[in-house]
């Protein structure tokens, strides 16, 4: 039994889609009840929904033999599992914003507000910018409209946010979208079924595009 | 005899290996717990965790508590022509956990063999990594990657320092599409592209892995891996051990063959090793080494169950109970072979299997 870990919500949905279509529905999934696991014995698959930042913690302890999880939370918890598939959806970028009129001098430490630290720190660290993080849980847009950071460190997918607070994206750090993620060890004792299931995802990739 | 029912996972686990070591001619290795600071400093990159336990000593000297175990082999041993050293060794080291990130004692144990190095070691350590892992389980494999010719094979594309970085990150992540993206960014042409990836699609059965890179590349580093593997059908596990180019060390200090050991039960690597002949240069070593360590704390997460009883037998008696009868039935519990444990009150925490009232019944 192969156990993949699906992020909750609109991406998982979608994610789900490719999988039924791929050849691996678990019908039982779109029922309303409280269940957490599902299961189809005859394709010898179990998925499960997890909080998308979770899911590769799931795959990389190998609670979960398989995953699919954003590139964000990949570069940001850099977990250690093998990176199989990019499934070409839920695309974003990782962005640099802040207020349109401002202009980084490079004259003072710039503060970055950001719930990715890890990813923050990594791009300036690599430009060479001295930087103070603020490490925020949510509604991070607020930041620089109240002076909290210079700019933010975010997901962008239409910018609309932005807009409508005054905002715009000043560089583009990297492009995000949803990955297929394996646990190392699932990967060398049960490679056949993961391949297979690769794959198959390969294929609806390629049909999407 | 020894009963290994009394032991713990770490001690229990220490034995066996010893003995498998020992039948191969390693001799135990012994060292103190603590180390110059400074040699931690100069090869932090080397370490798993690059944080250290220091103190002062008494003269005012820097001193750690030792973080590995490999170091202070390198550094107290010779070189001379035509020998090696074959130590094995059994140590507690402290380094930050991965998971609490807090400091941890960790049970070391693995094996070196320094010196005057050939082929026939290299496999041999693969031999030992392999029957080190029998020990906890049927169900296992160890996979090999030869540095050599991954390096080879990035750096004939293009030796830019980002990409060759870059690229052996996304090997070691099976991750064809951010290396395909990477060559893109490169402008590699498609040839160049191709010869790339298949560091990532290649993978698996030894003489399959063989014959795909024999149509993809014309390297030296082929026919070592073709030696290796022809040296390893004589192993008893010959089937258990596999071809896998994501197996990446670093490349600053090991070289040649690396490898390393996973157990079906357990979620990530529990052995790793490979030659190591850079760090010894970086030490001033004119010698070659090749050795792996067994990571027991991963393997006794997963292995220790928790179906077991802790004794076989729960006395209960009270302050009226004749303490000869208490006496009498403990002995003869265990003279038959038993566990016991005489308590006053059933322990929340003993998981037994059976009991016996002691108590008088009014």
Request: proline letters at 2%.
């Amino acid at each position: 039994m192969l156990n993949i870990a699906l992020p909750k919500g609109r991406l998982g949905e979608k994610v789900y889609n490719m999988f039924e279509k791929a050849g691996y529905e678990c019908p039982s999934i779109k029922e309303t009840n409280r269940k957490l696991i599902f299961e189809n014995e005859e394709k010898g698959i179990r998925f499960f929904w997890v909080k998308p930042s979770d899911v590769s913690i799931y795959v990389e302890r190998g609670a979960a033999d398989i995953g699919v999880a954003g590139k964000d939370i990949l570069l940001e918890y850099k977990p250690n599992i093998y990176e199989l598939l990019d499934l070409n959806i839920g695309k974003c970028n990782m962005c640099v914003a802040a207020k349109k009129e401002f202009r980084d001098e490079n004259i003072k430490v710039l503060k970055v507000a950001t719930k990715f630290t890890e990813i923050a720190s990594d791009y300036y660290s690599k430009i060479g910018r001295d930087i103070d993080i603020i490490k925020l849980n949510g509604s991070i847009e607020l930041a620089p409209i109240l002076g909290l950071s210079d700019v933010i460190v975010d997901i962008v997918e239409t910018g609309t946010t932005l807009k409508e607070n005054d905002l715009e994206v000043k560089t583009k750090i990297v492009p995000i979208s949803a990955r297929l993620i394996s646990n190392k060890a699932s990967f060398k004792f049960k490679g056949e079924e993961i391949e297979k299931i690769r794959n198959a995802m390969k294929e609806q990739v390629l049909y999407n595009d | 005899m020894i009963d290994e029912t009394l032991m713990s996972f770490e001690e229990k686990s220490a034995y066996k290996l010893r003995s498998v070591y020992k039948k191969y001619g390693y001799l135990p290795y012994k060292m103190g717990k603590f180390e110059e600071y400074e040699l931690y400093v100069r090869n932090k990159d080397f370490l798993i965790s690059d944080r250290v336990i220091a103190f002062n000593d008494t003269n005012g000297k820097l001193m750690a508590l030792k973080p590995d175990v490999t170091l202070s082999i390198i550094k107290n041993g010779e070189d001379v022509k035509g020998v090696k050293q074959k130590v094995f060794y059994n140590e507690n080291v402290y380094r930050v956990s991965e998971n609490t990130h807090r400091f941890k004692e960790i049970m070391q144990t693995g094996l070196e063999c320094i010196g005057d190095i050939d082929f026939y070691d290299v496999y041999e350590t693969i031999c030992l990594a392999a029957e080190s892992l029998k020990v906890f389980s049927d169900n296992f494999c160890i996979e090999i990657s030869n540095l050599d010719l991954v390096k080879t094979v990035i750096t004939s594309v293009c030796d830019d320092r980002k990409f060759v970085s870059n690229a052996i990150k996304f090997i070691s992540e099976k991750n064809s599409h951010d290396l395909q993206k990477l060559c893109e960014e490169y402008a590699l042409d498609k040839n160049n592209t191709e010869k790339i990836l298949t560091l990532v699609s290649v993978y698996g059965e030894r003489n399959e892995v063989l014959s795909k890179l024999k149509k993809n590349f014309d390297l030296p580093q082929i026919s070592d891996m073709e030696r290796l593997s022809k040296m390893l059908d004589n192993s008893l596990f010959s089937d258990k051990i596999r071809f896998d180019f994501s197996i990446v060390n670093d490349m600053n200090y090991y070289n040649g063959f690396v490898y390393r050991g996973f157990l079906d039960n357990v979620a990530c690597g529990v052995l790793a090793g490979g030659q190591y002949d850079n760090m010894m240069k970086k030490m001033n070593r004119k010698s070659g080494a090749v050795g792996f360590a067994v990571y027991l704390d991963r393997i006794e997460d997963a292995i220790r169950g928790n179906d077991g009883f802790d004794v076989d037998y729960l006395i209960i008696y009270d302050d009226n109970t004749d303490m000869k009868k208490i006496i009498f039935a403990v002995n003869e519990l265990v003279k038959a072979g038993f566990s016991v444990s005489a308590q006053k009150d059933i322990p929340e925490n003993l998981r037994y299997k059976e009991i016996k009232d002691l108590r008088k019944k009014d």
